[in-house]
């Protein structure tokens, strides 16, 4: 009988220890997966494909537009932030002097007040104060679109891109309602 539970014990230490060289190995990978961004370029892929953000029509309209005008929008970028919003951004023809900022906030009173304290205006309604002609900033709801510039060519898409933003502002829908 000892001899039995001696063996027992050791079947039963051998399948653990194995168990936990399977766990050991899968959390390493996984580590080594996030440090070379393989998870982030898999979670972007699986987003692209669902569809499963709320700014997906957004940002598709946006391109749209933006391509129909003959611009091309590249470099795409986001970030989140602590408080729920999302920002995204866009070079204009690959070129970093002319970009494109996203900005979708939880609510339209988030919206109004970052959106006063990133670019001076205290309404946080469509108007500049420290960014001069060189930024156009439309909004509607919880989401304020902005296109800056700068060098020598400064403003160079401006009356495009308002007439982009106004058209894709116009067809959405208001989602700064709970």
């Known amino acids: 009988m000892r001899l039995w539970t001696a063996g027992l014990s050791a079947v039963l230490a051998l399948s653990l220890a194995a168990g936990c060289g399977d766990g050991a190995r899968n959390m390493a990978r996984d580590e080594l997966n996030k440090y ?30 933006c391509a129909n005008r003959g611009i091309r929008l590249t470099h795409e970028t986001y970030a989140e932030g602590l408080d729920g919003n999302i920002s995204y951004s866009y070079f204009i023809n690959g070129d970093a002097r002319h970009f494109l900022l996203v900005h979708v906030y939880p609510s339209e009173s988030d919206r109004v007040r970052e959106i006063g304290e990133m670019y001076g205006a205290g309404d946080g309604r469509a108007k500049a104060a420290a960014a001069n002609e060189a930024s156009v900033i439309a909004q509607k709801g919880n989401t304020a679109l902005v296109y800056a510039s700068s060098g020598i060519q400064k403003s160079k898409y401006s009356e495009d891109v308002k007439s982009v933003f106004h058209s894709v502002l116009s067809g959405m829908n208001d989602r700064s309602a709970p």
């Open 36 to 65: 070379n961004m393989k998870s982030y370029n898999e979670g972007n892929a699986r987003q692209l494909s669902r569809g499963a953000t709320l700014n997906t029509a957004l940002l598709q309209a946006l391109k749209a537009e």
